[in-house]
């Protein structure tokens, strides 16, 4: 029986899962692709608590898909909320999702915006 899309991602998720963790020196930015949507969230798993959060539905609520432009403002704009925050390190967690195209994209975004990993 050939394994769906969604289970590979899943068993990727808890490679990656066993390796990091946010803690409250450097929380896991943890970033999340649906079909036409795109959110990143800064999270503290010691404490369980989201301490930033944003979205494609925050940047523009017309335009229904996201393409890499986009998702570099969205990493940008996460940025500018983490600083603002007092959240300057993170730990980077791409969710199962390879690293390129609009991950790759957020990624280059909060970069660019001040945080480090």
Do not use: C, W
């Amino acid at each position: 029986m050939p394994t769906v899309r969604s289970d590979r991602r899943e068993r990727i998720k808890r490679r990656i899962k066993k390796k990091i963790a946010g803690t409250s020196e450097r929380p896991r930015l943890s970033v999340f692709r649906s079909n036409s949507r795109l959110y990143a969230q800064i999270i503290d798993d010691s404490i369980g608590k989201t301490l930033v959060s944003t979205s494609s539905v925050e940047l523009s609520s017309d335009k229904k898909n996201t393409n890499q432009d986009d998702a570099k403002q969205i990493g940008l704009k996460l940025a500018e909320k983490a600083v603002a925050a007092g959240v300057n390190a993170v730990v980077f967690d791409r969710n199962g999702y390879l690293y390129h195209g609009k991950v790759k994209a957020l990624a280059e975004g909060a970069r660019e915006g001040g945080l480090k990993f």
